[in-house]
């Protein structure tokens, strides 16, 4: 479904990440599962001469009918990533089709493994405000997440408060820590990390959001653990 949705608010998370929230022009926000995505028409500006297609996950639950939250990083010389930082602002209108993608939260009484890098972090966040609303706390939940150093982690306090309504259990990982982060905790890939601390997935439900390669990765080390490759759930477009 196509809709005009408006820019209402943009927080900076870090220095290379916003949090946006939009709403849709004509009142409510069309019916999407947790976990999916939307393509954002990004409209032409100074120096980008034609208007570009780019997907972005939806970071809030579709339980809030009145705007749709997006969490977007800056990717060095990006179209896309150049209009957030430069370009948009309060106010802004953008053209908006969904909902896309497979890796939405199924139903199943399975416990759950998330991993995610960077903005991938985005679809999951959607699918724990769904569980929490939903009351959905009888599965256990590993969630696996990395990014270079502390100081690029964003939402903790949002897990933080996760953790008390779900069944929660939250893996940081820095990879690339300096002695001056003082960081004490993880810092594998979050396919390391998840082989660090399981040897049999064969009755879980794993949700991916990264890269390309950190979906590959991750999802081979879930099938080494023997998770069935259909309980396996990602986007890769
Ligand atoms: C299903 C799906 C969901 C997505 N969800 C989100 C989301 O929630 N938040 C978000 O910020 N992005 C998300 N993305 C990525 C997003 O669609 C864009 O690819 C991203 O914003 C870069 O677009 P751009 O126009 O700024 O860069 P482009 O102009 O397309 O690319 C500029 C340069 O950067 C390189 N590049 C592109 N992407 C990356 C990358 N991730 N890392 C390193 N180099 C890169 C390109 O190869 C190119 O050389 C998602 C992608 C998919 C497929």
């Not at 780019?54 to 339980?63: L, M, T, W």
């Not at 809030?64 to 957030?84: C, P, R, T, V």
């Not at 679809?123 to 997440?145: A, C, D, G, Q, V």
């Not at 601390?197 to 590959?216: E, K, Q, R, T």
Request: hydrophobic share 35%.
């Amino acid at each position: 479904m196509e809709k005009n949705l408006r820019v209402k608010k943009i927080n900076r998370l870090n220095e290379n990440i916003q949090y946006a929230v939009l709403e849709p022009k004509d009142g409510k926000i069309a019916p999407f599962k947790p976990g999916q995505y939307l393509k954002l028409e990004i409209p032409e500006y100074e120096g980008n001469p034609e208007s570009v297609i780019r997907e972005y996950s939806i970071a809030s639950s579709p339980n809030n009918k009145d705007e749709l939250h997006l969490i977007l990083e800056y990717i060095e010389g990006g179209i896309a990533s150049n209009y957030f930082k430069h370009h948009m602002k309060r106010g802004s209108t953008l053209k908006a089709l969904y909902p896309y993608g497979d890796a939405y939260l199924r139903k199943s009484d399975r416990d759950i493994i998330m991993a995610s890098i960077g903005s991938g972090i985005a679809p999951l966040l959607s699918i724990l405000t769904f569980m929490k609303e939903e009351k959905m706390n009888s599965r256990k939940i590993y969630f696996f997440h990395s990014a270079y150093r502390p100081k690029d982690f964003i939402l903790i306090d949002e897990f933080k408060s996760l953790k008390r309504h779900l069944s929660l259990n939250l893996f940081f990982s820095a990879n690339e820590a300096q002695p001056e982060d003082n960081w004490q905790g993880l810092t594998g890939f979050v396919q390391e990390e998840i082989k660090n601390h399981f040897d049999d997935l064969s009755n879980y439900d794993a949700y991916i959001c990264g890269s390309p390669d950190m979906v590959n990765d991750t999802e081979k080390v879930l099938k080494e653990l023997m998770i069935p490759e259909n309980k396996i759930y990602y986007d890769k477009v």
